[in-house]
């Protein structure tokens, strides 16, 4: 499909089921080199994320183990600065090597937030998995370990990624017709 429509807006087809999954198959590649000997501990961050993980973790052939938190920014197609924390950490982090697996970064201060609260937990080491990012918006300074690709700063739905909490089901991205 070209065009689909997702709730009450109007969205055009524009990256792959292919490309995607030619960027979990480098990350993966990456992380099975990176982690040997290491077993980590993958933290996927709810919702958007539940599908980047779950074609993620199957790509990978080291021990690893996989818990999920959730944070919320996100109204409508608007980021705020009010990050809410609705599923916690735990001690489980302690000591592990941590993987963070995002969906997207926009502004970057969810994730921001998320790698702060994550070093109380003192974790052995932290790194982040993220498919997208939108330079253009971002506005903080951690590091992204593992990107998939980066997009222009247009709002988009698919491959977990949602408007108003539909759209997560399409197999590829879709961006926002203006
Ligand atoms: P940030 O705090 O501005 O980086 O926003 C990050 C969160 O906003 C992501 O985890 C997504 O849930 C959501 N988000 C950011 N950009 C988009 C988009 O284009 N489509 C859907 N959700 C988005
Ligand atoms: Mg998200």
Do not use: W
Not at 91 to 117: A, C
């Amino acid at each position: 499909m070209e065009i689909v429509e997702v709730k009450d807006k109007v969205f055009r087809r524009f990256i792959s089921e292919e490309k995607i999954m030619k960027g979990v198959q480098e990350i993966s590649t990456r992380i099975n080199m990176d982690y040997k000997g290491k077993n980590p501990l993958l933290l996927a961050v709810l919702n958007g994320a539940f599908i980047f993980a779950a074609d993620l973790i199957r790509e990978l052939t080291i021990p690893c183990q996989i818990s999920f938190v959730k944070y919320a920014s996100y109204a409508g197609t608007r980021t705020t600065e009010d990050v809410k924390e609705l599923i916690g950490l735990n001690e489980e982090i302690n000591g592990r090597h941590i993987i963070v697996v995002e969906d997207i970064v926009d502004s970057g201060i969810t994730m921001d937030h998320l790698l702060r609260d994550l070093n109380n937990y003192q974790p052995a080491s932290v790194k982040l998995a993220c498919f997208f990012l939108k330079p253009e918006a971002f506005i903080k300074s951690f590091n992204i370990d593992y990107l998939g690709m980066e997009i222009p700063n247009d709002f988009i739905v698919g491959y977990g990624l949602d408007y108003d909490g539909y759209g997560r089901n399409l197999p590829e991205i879709y961006k926002l017709e203006n």
